[in-house]
């Protein structure tokens, strides 16, 4: 076996056992999902079940308004992504097209932002959204996430590998700016701005604090917070939050396969080569 073939087999089983060490964690919730609630208590780490039965499923449709929240995630989640898109692309167009007097100082200022935790602004923005009239409603959890440093970043880097040249024809055969952001910055980044509208969607329908904070209403709660009250001081429930972790992860599973495979990789590493 000569040196190079040793290495390569060296690289595959340290990601085949990377591989196992992060599915281990979904097939254990996969499996506890279909247990009967005495096999999960007396074998907690066998991920087996050893009588498959769907009694987790009945219980957590029984229990929780499972379809008004999911679709509540869904519909939070996906404006989200479709914000995302559209405004830090814009923001992302002025900053690679555009020559203006201190741009790089301001891009450093809107860079700067990504050290500021989330948690901080948290009080300020419920009081803010209180004054507004806009608690239990669908705008604080769905605006904040519509712009952000790190996709403006992420989006930027990709349409600054545009040749200038393109814009430079676009405008001679007499587009406006805006055609020009449409039928040439937006077709050349898609890579940027697909990853951007991916991790929006998965940090929306993710997020478990902002709509636990802005949100009071059952009818107006996502999934993410709903699958958490479903224990009681008198029993612990393991059951039905694992199922309804497992059902919530299907959209997300869904969207990687169908898009990430697409974006992931090429909007994450284009721009890479260009400062």
Known sequence: MTGRMFHRLFIYACLALMSFLFCVPFLFMVGTSFKKYDDIV??????????????????????????????NGMFIAASVAVLAMVLNALVAFGFSRYDFKFKHVLFTIVIATILIPAQMTL????????NWGWLDTFYPVILPGAVSAINIFLIRQVMGSVPRELYESARVDGSSELGTFLRIAVPLSMSGIGIVGLLSFMGSWNDYLGPLIFLTSEHKMTLAVGITT??????????????????????????????????????????????
């Open 123 to 130: 009080v300020p923005a419920f009081v803010m959204f209180r």
């Open 230 to 275: 479903m224990n009681n001081p008198y029993k612990e429930d393991y059951a039905s939050p694992i199922t309804g972790a497992c059902l919530m992860a299907i959209p997300v599973l869904i969207l990687l396969s169908v898009v990430g495979q697409k974006y992931f990789v090429s909007g994450l590493s284009a721009g890479s080569v260009k400062g």
């Open 42 to 71: 007396r074998e907690p780490l066998n991920p087996l079940p050893l009588a498959p039965t769907l009694d987790n499923f009945i219980l957590l449709f029984q229990k929780l308004p499972f379809w008004t929240q999911f679709f």
